[in-house]
Nanobody
Framework: QVQLVESGGGSVQAGGSLRLSCSASGYTDTYDAMGWFRQVPGKEREGVASLWTDGVIPNYAPAVKGRFTVSLDTAKNTLYLQMNNLKPEDTATYYC???????????????????WGKGTLVTVSS
């Protein structure tokens, strides 16, 4: 099993920044990709940013490209999401995920991730 614990969510005004962290523990050799997803009540969960754990090119949803940066500290088994120039439409619960997708496109995985954190809420006010 893999445990994922997110932190760093909070409230910020539009134009501000936040950094999310996701600490992974357990059988961390059972996945080769990690990523961030977000969900607003009443809508489907959507991919935000992902990368392969070997460090190859990260993948971003068009809505966040140029504003968000995903990175991985392999020594700490911790995934980060630096979010800059936040907009009210970025308000959501952000989830960390890990798994073995065959493909990642625009932040979305196929097949879906095997492991999920419980999420951290990000609120951006205008």
């Amino acid at each position: 099993q893999v445990q994922l614990v997110e932190s760093g969510g909070g409230s910020v005004q539009a134009g501000g920044s936040l950094r999310l962290s996701c600490s992974a523990s357990g059988y961390t050799d059972t996945y080769d990709a990690m990523g961030w997803f977000r969900q607003v009540p009443g809508k489907e969960r959507e991919g935000v940013a992902s990368l392969w754990t070997d460090g190859v090119i990260p993948n971003y949803a068009p809505a966040v490209k140029g504003r968000f940066t995903v990175s991985l500290d392999t020594a700490k088994n911790t995934l980060y999401l630096q979010m800059n120039n936040l907009k009210p439409e970025d308000t959501a619960t952000y989830y960390c995920a890990a798994g073995r997708p065959q493909s990642i496109n625009g932040g979305n995985w196929s097949p879906a991730a095997n492991y999920w954190g419980k999420g951290t809420l990000v609120t951006v006010s205008s």
